[in-house]
């Protein structure tokens, strides 16, 4: 029974009925309640619904279920990404690498969450949420004034004002919604007739700071006492092996000196020289070794650099020597190791140095060191892969997987095939479809946009793109797609059918035709949308939108800008104004 459940939900999600498909799933964990394939299939659902607390949800009993499952932790990531958590994405991902090194699902989503991390900026709500003006608009507002008396409402609206981004998590409670357009200014009716009962008045819960203790002083009369003077300590005594090892080690300073001058003249024979005696002289500092190594880097003499380098690795551990001295040791050796590679495969010991340096000492220069060795092995392991015969088997080994419906596979061969040649659109156009098919729609987007820009002129590139969006319900960004297809191959009939497919899902909001759950979904995606929330955010389309409501011959003189409008139709077709 479990497995007919689960074999109607991957038949709904395929059609791309998502809302069904979490149907389906919830009825097979009931049958099977420990089964982990079915929440990470219900997780995927729920993602492409934009449901992302319930599929976090998911994504976590699949790991508490499964944790060597590496599904598990791509499903984690991808919750975590659609929350915006995107440290907690990056470390979902890397969990998975570390089970699975090779799933290009997971490196791919890892690059994805990377980069939404250093992209990640600043609410465009300004100060909204900010200090006790916040609190002060809502309670003023007859609106939103009965809210503050409950305690799910006001925890909701800290932890909005402690993160304005956290806004996304809560967009489906109305009560939200209209605090919303209260402190944007912005009347917005989201309710549906199901919603509108009146909520009981009240005052908000206050906590009253804690009391604190006064401060006691202890305040004494009288004269302060003086220390009693110390006497002066005698001198100690030096044996004469102490007095010897001491002007050695002055000795080493002075020759690690002269060494240092001739390194900055390039008089290299000299500086060794320097150096080999400062080590005769004094063992016990391997700045002298660490020194004389960058001499030998700077001759070519790799072998006898990396030998430097080794004993003073080994001779600083036995002294408990400072780890930046370690790590300057290390990360010499990996310049050496990469300075020597001819080979990707000669890149993986420099590659490990350094790693080892960063664990001693997190240096800037030794991270962008590895950073540039993992570059330059990447790029000849490519090259060294490159073979365009052997892409086109495996491509073909792909397809023939794609008709047998053994996506999994599919997604295997092709990947193969695109290290075989990178350049080939053909295959990051049909690994999109599979990425569409078995959920991954990022990373199947992301294909669909790597096919777009090896050839622009390919339209199959912009149907799978497309095709992507429109399963996310991102029908505006769809249609746009489709369009662009359009111009390269107007004749195409796919496109031409993605196009009526988006016009008619795009009609059903300009009509009304929506159900009340379909309108809130709408909305909650909508509100996701940095052009969305710019326009709510603009203070000129804010007195638009209170003119549409209170001034109708204002808003008949907006109607004459074409800008003005097409910002209106995009908040229409968006469901979050409706038009009666």
């Known amino acids: 029974m479990a497995d007919e459940a689960k074999a109607k939900g991957n038949a709904a999600f395929a059609a791309g009925n998502f809302s069904e498909a979490i149907n389906h799933f919830t009825e097979a964990i009931h049958l099977s309640p420990t089964n982990h394939v079915l929440y990470s299939n219900r997780s995927a659902a729920y993602a492409s619904v934009n449901k992302f607390t319930e599929a976090l949800a998911?994504?976590?009993?699949?790991?508490?279920?499964?944790?060597?499952?590496?599904?598990?932790?791509?499903?984690?990531?991808?919750?975590?990404?659609?929350?915006?958590?995107?440290n907690d994405a990056v470390l979902a991902y890397k969990k998975g690498l570390e089970i699975d090194p090779n799933n290009e699902m997971l490196k791919s989503g890892l690059?994805?969450?990377?980069?939404?991390?250093?992209?990640?900026?600043?609410?465009?709500?300004?100060?909204?949420?900010?200090?006790?003006?916040?609190?002060?608009?809502?309670?003023?507002?007859?609106?939103?004034?009965?809210?503050?008396?409950?305690?799910?409402?006001?925890?909701?609206?800290?932890?909005?004002?402690k993160n304005p981004n956290n806004l996304n998590l809560y967009l489906k409670d109305q009560r939200v919604m209209q605090a919303f357009g209260v402190l944007l200014g912005v009347k917005l009716d989201t309710r549906t007739p199901e919603d509108a009962a009146e909520m009981p008045g009240g005052s908000p819960e206050r906590k009253r700071p804690a009391d604190s203790e006064p401060v006691k002083e202890d305040k004494r009369a009288g004269h302060k006492s003086q220390p009693e003077p110390q006497p002066e300590p005698e001198p100690m005594e030096v044996s004469e092996e102490e007095k010897e090892l001491k002007e050695k080690k002055a000795l080493a300073q002075k020759e690690k000196e002269a060494g240092n001058a001739a390194y900055k003249k390039k008089d290299f024979e000299n500086a060794i020289q320097h150096y080999t005696k400062a080590i005769e002289l004094d063992d016990a500092d391997i700045s002298f070794l660490t020194n004389r190594a960058a001499v030998y880097l700077e001759m070519g003499k790799y072998e006898d650099c990396m030998k430097d380098c080794d004993k003073a690795v080994e001779r600083g551990r036995e002294l408990r020597s400072d780890y930046k001295m370690i790590a300057r040791a290390l990360t010499r050796k990996g310049t050496a190791l990469v300075k020597m590679a001819k080979t990707s495969k000669d890149y993986e010991p420099a590659i490990e140095t350094f790693q080892k340096a960063l664990t001693e000492h997190r240096n800037p220069?030794?991270?962008?060191?590895?950073?540039?060795?993992?570059?330059?092995?990447?790029?000849?392991?490519?090259?060294?892969?490159?073979?365009?015969?052997?892409?086109?088997?495996?491509?073909?080994?792909?397809?023939q997987f794609f008709k047998e419906q053994k996506y999994p596979e599919a997604v295997k061969h092709y990947t193969e095939s695109l290290r075989r040649n990178p350049k080939d659109p053909r295959t990051y156009s049909n690994r999109a479809a599979c990425y569409t098919k078995l959920g991954a729609m990022p990373e199947g987007l992301k294909d669909a946009e790597k096919c777009i820009e090896l050839d622009p002129t390919f339209a199959k590139g912009y149907t799978r793109k497309g095709a992507v969006q429109f399963f996310m319900k991102e029908y505006e960004k769809a249609l746009e797609t489709y369009q662009e297809g359009l111009k390269h191959d107007a004749k195409n009939q796919e496109l031409l059918d993605g196009v009526r497919r988006c016009v008619e899902q795009i009609n059903k909001a300009s009509r009304g035709d929506l159900t009340p759950e379909e309108l809130k979904e709408r909305q909650a995606k909508a509100m996701q949308d940095p052009e969305i929330q710019n326009i709510l955010a603009d203070p000129v389309m804010r007195q638009v939108l209170d003119d549409f409501q209170e001034n109708p011959k204002a808003a008949q003189e907006h109607t004459k800008n074409p800008l003005v409008m097409n910002k209106i139709q995009k908040l229409v077709r968006a469901g979050i104004v409706q038009v009666k």
């Open 58 to 86: 998911d994504a976590e009993k699949t790991v508490e279920l499964k944790p060597d499952w590496s599904k598990g932790y791509s499903r984690l990531g991808a919750a975590y990404l659609g929350l915006k958590l995107y």
């Open 111 to 161: 690059n994805d969450a990377q980069s939404a991390q250093s992209r990640s900026k600043a609410s465009p709500f300004g100060d909204a949420f900010s200090g006790p003006e916040m609190w002060a608009k809502l309670t003023s507002d007859p609106s939103t004034r009965p809210y503050l008396q409950q305690p799910d409402f006001v925890r909701m609206m800290q932890d909005i004002q």
């Open 365 to 399: 220069e030794t991270l962008k060191k590895l950073n540039d060795a993992e570059k330059a092995k990447k790029e000849l392991e490519q090259q060294e892969y490159f073979d365009p015969q052997i892409a086109d088997e495996e491509r073909e080994k792909g397809n």
